[in-house]
């Protein structure tokens, strides 16, 4: 058996060991700091607002950080973005030889990091069908899933070894060095840029943010998806903050069973984005995504019903919420590529992040209030019985449905296509 790797694939998987690098020392620095606030604070409230101003960018400035991604080469915006998480990281770590972290201070480091991920996120969403071909892109979703979730697997067990021996600015640090890999992989590549359409007169800032709305509108199938993934994320997000909270206080665990959850959930993960990528072609994937959400759904439910003995079940079942992400996560996200013209996606995708991240601050405030006071194990089930219920809308709206109604008439062989590995 010989092994053949083409052009876009060794492009492809050199930005993405990169990034894998850079998720690591970025997982690990947000579990690192996740500790440090619930050890600090022990509020769930807290850990929401924290979530919260990392998506607070997006919510605010995903139109328009949108059209400059789509303006400006994609290749020099995601190593911009790199080199702003870079510095927000050496502020902080400067910050703590001198003082112990307030926590204003890291919220407000936290804002500025997620400012660099909300130029980085769309602009690599908008980079990857450039390079991958299009029947291929659900495939490489897949992987990019596995990729993300090594990075998720490792970060929980080294963060918590780390915190327990290390200052916290010491782990910042590393967080800095895997900006600057990720930075220096991405400089290394050649990434072909999209060609726009057509160029008439002067570009209008306010103008170009109308086109990538009306990208979207006009796909209405795309649209309805998108309402849909919005609902799901306002519940599902806010419980994204808690699972440290749900393994350290209701569980009485230390970091290590918050670390646990997280090896789980992120196995999970790798098993789902494995399987996506090796079996890619799936044709209903509307279907696939709404069994998703569901056992998503059914698992948080599960969790909730738990009593304060039941953590190895309520590993299990993180281990099946990490299973559902990427076959919901990944499959969008190859629709969208798919569907939607390359010169586009910047503003597309930073539209969509945008439209998502608006319904999470009011879930994420809601959840950390609700949580300390009914508990955070009764939010877990409220939170899977309300998912349980969005995942029947993927079925019952007729243009959603219809989604991959034109795909599966005229569905390339994917055989014709060189593989990753070739007899």
Same mark, same amino acid.
């Given at each position: 058996m010989t092994i053949k790797i083409t052009k876009w694939k060794r492009t492809f998987f050199t930005i993405w060991a990169g990034q894998a690098i850079s998720l690591i020392t970025s997982a690990i620095l947000q579990m690192a700091i996740i500790f440090y606030l619930t050890e600090k604070t022990g509020s769930a409230l807290v850990l929401s607002? %924290?979530?919260?101003?990392?998506?607070? #960018?997006? $919510?605010? !400035?995903?139109? %328009?950080?949108?059209?400059?991604? =789509?303006?400006? =080469?994609?290749? /020099?915006? &995601? &190593?911009?973005? =790199? /080199? @702003?998480? $870079?510095l927000a990281g050496t502020v902080l770590a400067f910050i703590a030889l001198f003082m112990e972290l307030p926590v204003w201070i890291i919220m407000v480091v936290l804002f500025i990091r997620s400012i660099g991920s909300a130029f980085h996120t769309p602009a690599l969403g908008a980079v990857t069908p450039v390079i991958v071909p299009k029947e291929k892109l659900t495939r490489y979703a897949g992987y990019s899933q596995s990729l993300q979730? @090594?990075?998720? @697997?490792?970060s929980p067990v080294v963060a918590a070894f780390l915190y327990a021996v290390w200052r916290l600015n010491a782990i910042i640090a590393i967080d800095i060095a895997g900006a600057l890999v990720a930075c220096v992989t991405v400089g290394f590549v050649h990434i072909p840029k999209a060609e726009p359409e057509q160029e008439s007169g002067e570009r209008n800032f306010i103008g170009e943010m109308k086109e990538g709305f009306m990208a979207l509108r006009e796909n209405k199938g795309l649209f309805a998806l998108l309402l849909v993934g919005t609902l799901y994320m306002f519940v599902y997000m806010p419980i994204n903050a808690l699972y440290p909270l749900m393994s350290m206080d209701y569980f009485l665990g230390t970091p290590m069973h918050a670390s646990i959850a997280e090896i789980a959930f %992120?196995?999970? &993960? +790798?098993?789902?984005?494995?399987? *996506?990528?090796? *079996?890619?072609?799936?044709?209903?994937?509307?279907v696939l995504m709404t069994a998703s959400i569901l056992l998503m759904g059914l698992s948080l439910a599960v969790s909730g019903l738990l009593s304060v003995n039941g953590f190895a079940i309520f590993v299990l079942c993180c281990l099946l919420m990490g299973l559902s992400v990427p076959f919901y996560s990944g499959v969008q996200t190859a629709l969208f590529?798919?569907? @939607?013209?390359?010169?586009? !996606?910047?503003?597309?995708?930073? +539209?969509?992040g945008s439209i998502t991240s608006l319904? &999470?601050? *009011?879930? +994420?405030?809601?959840s950390g209030?609700?949580?300390?006071?009914?508990?955070?194990?009764?939010?877990?089930? !409220?939170?899977?019985?309300?998912?349980?219920?969005? %995942?029947?809308?993927? *079925?019952?709206? #007729?243009?959603?449905?219809? +989604? =991959? $109604?034109?795909?599966?008439?005229k569905a390339p062989d994917d055989n014709k296509e060189q593989g990753l590995m070739e007899p």
């Open positions: 607002i %924290a979530s919260l101003v990392g998506f607070l #960018p997006y $919510a605010l !400035l995903g139109p %328009a950080i949108g059209v400059l991604v =789509d303006r400006y =080469d994609r290749k /020099l915006v &995601m &190593m911009g973005a =790199d /080199l @702003i998480i $870079a979730s @090594i990075s998720y @697997i490792l %992120a196995s999970g &993960m +790798l098993a789902g984005g494995l399987f *996506l990528g090796l *079996l890619g072609g799936f044709k209903k994937r509307i590529q798919e569907k @939607i013209k390359p010169e586009y !996606l910047g503003r597309v995708f930073s +539209l969509t319904a &999470m601050p *009011l879930g +994420l405030i809601l209030a609700f949580a300390d006071r009914i508990g955070v194990e009764r939010w877990f089930l !409220l939170s899977g019985i309300l998912i349980i219920c969005i %995942a029947s809308l993927c *079925l019952l709206v #007729p243009s959603v449905r219809k +989604l =991959d $109604a034109r795909e599966n008439s």
